[in-house]
């Protein structure tokens, strides 16, 4: 299924469709198809998240970022990483898949998936958007040994914190010619996560200490049909995550500043980093 705007998506979901958010960490080395253990542990959760949720499964659809969008252009799938965001609205559930690994596994990969799907920072950033789009409900982790479970509080909350987690060019020490790190390409649909979230919490605080900023004046959205699409997406949660977990540490979530490792660039050495600018003043504007 293709979907050209947030319109159709919201006629297909009102139709009684459901969409599932599906995350995942990348075992590279393992063997893909059905005789991975991403995609065997990810039949089980989607089999549990039916019965759990009561839904019928030619009801549902799942979105897999290798799956859904493009990995071999890299404009396209630079697009894709740009519309983060706009992906984990259109979802009704999140769902991480943590498959359980072998000891053999275990000792190539260092500890268990769960541990390192914690530790990515584009896994953070896809719970985070989820979550600013509708709120803490219908996040669930998959673990072949635990099965289905909802996401708890604290583990979202500490989830919200994206550059605290690793990028994989980071690790190699950005070996390109550009030296372009992940985390440049995370600013804009952060920015997006964030203006996106200001404007729904202002509009729908009932006073200024509701808002989450000091001195703010009800913001009402556009009238067009963009607008009103817009505003139908939008979860009273999901404002509510905003206010309590994201805008407090708005300055942690969003750092001004980026320590990038620049050991694979060309002419630096083993270890060397740089200090970037990432959001810079960009929340203060």
Same mark, same amino acid.
């Given at each position: 299924?293709?979907?050209?705007?947030?319109?159709?998506?919201?006629?297909?979901?009102?139709?009684?469709?459901?969409?599932?958010?599906?995350?995942?960490?990348?075992?590279?080395?393992?063997?893909?198809?059905?005789?991975?253990?991403?995609?065997?542990?990810?039949?089980?959760?989607?089999?549990?998240?039916?019965?759990?949720?009561?839904?019928?499964?030619?009801?549902?659809?799942?979105?897999?970022?290798?799956?859904?969008?493009?990995?071999?252009?890299?404009?396209?799938?630079?697009?894709?990483?740009?519309?983060?965001?706009?992906?984990?609205?259109?979802?009704?559930?999140?769902?991480?898949?943590?498959?359980?690994?072998?000891?053999?596994?275990?000792?190539?990969?260092?500890?268990?998936?769960?541990?390192?799907?914690?530790?990515?920072?584009?896994?953070?950033?896809?719970?985070?958007?989820?979550?600013?789009?509708?709120?803490?409900?219908?996040?669930?982790?998959?673990?072949?040994?635990?099965?289905?479970?909802?996401?708890?509080?604290?583990?979202?909350?500490?989830?919200?914190?994206?550059?605290?987690?690793?990028?994989?060019?980071?690790?190699?020490?950005?070996?390109?010619?550009?030296?372009?790190?992940?985390?440049?390409?995370?600013?804009?649909?952060? $920015?997006?996560?964030?203006?996106?979230?200001?404007?729904?919490?202002?509009?729908?605080?009932?006073?200024?200490?509701?808002?989450?900023?000091?001195?703010?004046? $009800?913001?009402?959205?556009?009238?067009?049909?963009?607008?009103?699409?817009?505003?139908?997406?939008?979860?009273?949660?999901?404002?509510?995550?905003?206010?309590?977990?994201?805008?407090?540490?708005?300055?942690?979530?969003?750092?001004?500043?980026?320590?990038?490792?620049?050991?694979?660039?060309?002419?630096?050495?083993?270890?060397?980093?740089?200090?970037?600018? $990432?959001?810079?003043?960009?929340?203060?504007?």
């Amino acid at each position: 299924l293709f979907f050209d705007t947030m319109a159709s998506v919201e006629d297909f979901r009102r139709k009684g469709n459901k969409i599932i958010y599906v995350s995942y960490r990348r075992l590279a080395g393992l063997k893909s198809g059905l005789r991975s253990p991403v995609t065997n542990s990810l039949k089980r959760a989607l089999f549990q998240v039916l019965s759990r949720k009561d839904w019928y499964a030619n009801e549902c659809y799942i979105w897999v970022d290798a799956w859904s969008v493009p990995q071999d252009h890299e404009l396209l799938r630079d697009l894709g990483t740009e519309s983060l965001y706009a992906y984990a609205r259109c979802a009704d559930l999140f769902l991480a898949v943590c498959p359980e690994l072998t000891t053999r596994e275990a000792e190539i990969y260092g500890g268990s998936v769960l541990e390192q799907y914690e530790g990515e920072a584009w896994r953070r950033a896809e719970v985070l958007a989820y979550c600013c789009g509708h709120g803490p409900d219908n996040v669930f982790v998959f673990e072949d040994e635990d099965g289905l479970e909802e996401a708890p509080p604290e583990w979202l909350m500490d989830m919200c914190w994206v550059f605290a987690g690793s990028f994989p060019c980071c690790r190699r020490g950005h070996a390109t010619t550009d030296c372009v790190c992940d985390s440049e390409k995370l600013v804009l649909p952060m $920015l997006a996560l964030f203006s996106d979230g200001l404007r729904r919490a202002i509009a729908n605080s009932d006073s200024r200490t509701h808002s989450p900023r000091e001195n703010s004046s $009800l913001d009402t959205a556009a009238n067009d049909k963009a607008g009103a699409v817009h505003r139908r997406l939008s979860r009273p949660h999901a404002v509510s995550f905003f206010q309590a977990a994201v805008y407090p540490q708005k300055d942690l979530i969003f750092p001004a500043k980026h320590a990038f490792n620049l050991g694979g660039c060309k002419n630096e050495g083993h270890g060397s980093t740089e200090v970037k600018e $990432l959001f810079g003043s960009l929340l203060k504007l």
